[in-house]
């Protein structure tokens, strides 16, 4: 499975922004798949994940200001974040796996795409 990001940039705190994650592969609709951020000089953590068949969960420092979902006939996962903060700044990561247990835990992902950036000023 190759995975593609997109959709980061630079906003100002309150505003929005769409990430994209584009799959490719034979069975890349039947992969778990999640987005996780990694700020300057921190550990990637962990934002929200989406199973194959729409299960969604998310991380307590996003819930109610970020939306997962994937469009299996495209072979694309999104990430809509709303409101915005400063320490939402960081390099957000698409990944994939095969099974939900463990979700969280980035060492559990077979498959990463190489990053988007998104940098939120106050």
């Known amino acids: 499975v190759q995975l593609q990001a997109s959709g980061g940039g630079l906003v100002q705190a309150g505003g929005s922004l769409r990430l994209s994650c584009a799959a490719s592969?034979?069975?890349?609709?039947?992969?778990?798949m999640g987005w996780f951020r990694q700020a300057p000089g921190k550990d990637r953590d962990f934002v929200a994940v989406?199973?194959?068949?729409?299960?969604?969960n998310n991380a307590d420092s996003v819930k109610g200001r970020f939306t997962i979902s994937r469009d299996n006939a495209k072979n694309t996962m999104y990430l809509e974040i709303t409101s915005l903060k400063p320490e939402d700044t960081g390099v957000y990561y698409c990944?994939?796996?095969?099974?939900?247990?463990?979700?969280?835990?980035?060492?559990?992902?077979?498959?990463w795409g190489q990053g988007t950036q998104v940098t939120v000023s106050s």
């Open positions: 990944a994939a796996r095969r099974y939900y247990q463990g979700h969280w835990l980035a060492t559990q992902y077979h498959y």
């Open positions: 592969g034979p069975t890349s609709s039947s992969y778990v």
């Open positions: 989406v199973g194959s068949g729409g299960t969604t």
